[in-house]
């Protein structure tokens, strides 16, 4: 059974920084693409980075030069750095990854959510 499970969410004051890490667990055979969403009230689920096999990086704009993702496949885990926060980054951000578990092809995974506020 594959699991992820994401951790470092919390309270935190405008300009301030967290770091969001997503560990997979269970049998994994293959990590592909590791992505972080955010779906705060009312709007829609957004991408806001992803990192490929190949480490290539790609970011909302509305995060870029703030946040950076990292993946570290020996642990098998993918972790988000947010500096600079805002309010308008408060929402619930999730991790999704692409793995290929026994006896299956790649196929999307997604953690359960850890909440992110933003607020003096």
């Known amino acids: 059974q594959v699991q992820l499970v994401e951790s470092g969410g919390g309270l935190v004051q405008p300009g301030g920084s967290l770091r969001l890490s997503c560990a997979a667990s269970?049998?994994?055979?293959?990590?592909?693409?590791m992505r972080w969403y955010r779906q705060a009230p009312g709007k829609e689920r957004e991408l806001v980075a992803l990192?490929?096999?190949?480490?290539?990086?790609n970011y909302a704009d509305s995060v870029k030069g703030r946040f950076t993702i990292s993946r570290d496949n020996a642990k098998k885990t993918v972790n988000l750095q947010m500096s600079g926060l805002k309010p308008e980054d408060t929402a619930l951000y999730y991790c999704?990854?692409?793995?290929?578990?026994?006896?299956?092809?790649?196929?999307?995974?997604w953690g359960q959510g850890t909440q992110v506020t933003v607020s003096s």
């Open positions: 269970g049998s994994i055979f293959g990590i592909g693409a």
């Open positions: 999704n990854v692409d793995l290929r578990s026994v006896g299956t092809s790649y196929r999307s995974y």
């Open positions: 990192i490929t096999t190949a480490g290539i990086t």
